[in-house]
């Protein structure tokens, strides 16, 4: 079956611009999660939604990073005024249902400030 | 809080059995993970354990003891497609997101 998919697999941008990666998760996966991993670097978590519960947004390094979930499927990740320090891959995992389920991940999308 | 320690780097040789070890401190302990990553790949789930003991799965196992704060990963029979990246991770709270460790990197030499 299908999996995570991440959309744009590469995105380049000048530094201040605003910046949405999309993140479409395993169908009847209720958890979702969004990592960011520099080169050679470890994941370093972002946010994470569970169901219809308030997602745990602890993970956010600043106020230019915003992300929401529709529908309980859909997930967009939004960096605002990006800044070079942003560059990084993106990475996005669902997990059956956020309890020790495995997490799959997606491939990423590998975002470049300029 | 919550960290995952383990080695940044470990070589061996194919054919050859190796040991990644993971230690962490958890504010609460709901079980130890293991993830590869190869190079410009996504990770991918190799084990999980919820209590102390040995899991096997092919040339892989993962070993748990709590009372240590204490895994590892081990790896028989290498082979050259088994250089990547080796992370363990947990997650702090029952059903929260995972904390990765900084990542082992293998790498299998002939």
């Known amino acids: 079956g299908a999996g995570v998919s991440q959309s744009p697999s590469n995105k380049v941008t000048e530094k201040g611009k605003d910046v949405e990666l999309r993140c479409d998760p395993i169908s009847g996966h209720t958890a979702l999660y969004w990592y960011r991993q520099s080169l050679g670097q470890g994941l370093e978590f972002l946010i994470y939604?569970?169901?219809?519960?308030?997602?745990?947004k602890s993970g956010l390094p600043s106020d230019r990073f915003s992300a929401e979930r529709t529908g309980g499927s859909v997930s967009t990740l939004t960096i605002q005024r990006t800044q070079q320090e942003d560059s990084a891959v993106y990475l996005c995992a669902s997990s059956l249902d956020g309890s020790n389920s495995p997490l799959h991940f997606g491939n990423g999308t590998r975002l470049t400030v300029t | 809080g919550q960290s995952l320690e383990q080695p940044s780097e470990v070589t061996a040789v194919e054919g050859a059995i190796v040991q990644i070890n993971c230690t962490y401190q958890t504010s609460g302990f709901y079980g130890l993970s293991w993830y590869q990553q190869h190079d410009g790949g996504a990770p991918t789930f190799l084990s999980y354990?919820?209590?102390?003991g040995l899991e096997e799965t092919g040339r892989f196992s993962s070993f748990l003891s709590r009372s240590d704060s204490y895994g590892y990963l081990l790896l028989q029979e290498l082979q050259m497609k088994d250089s990547a990246s080796y992370f363990c991770a947990s997650p702090g709270v029952a059903g929260n997101m995972l904390t990765f460790g900084g990542g082992t990197r293998l790498m299998v030499k002939p």
């Open positions: 939604f569970q169901g219809n519960s308030a997602p745990d």
């Open positions: 354990n919820a209590l102390d």
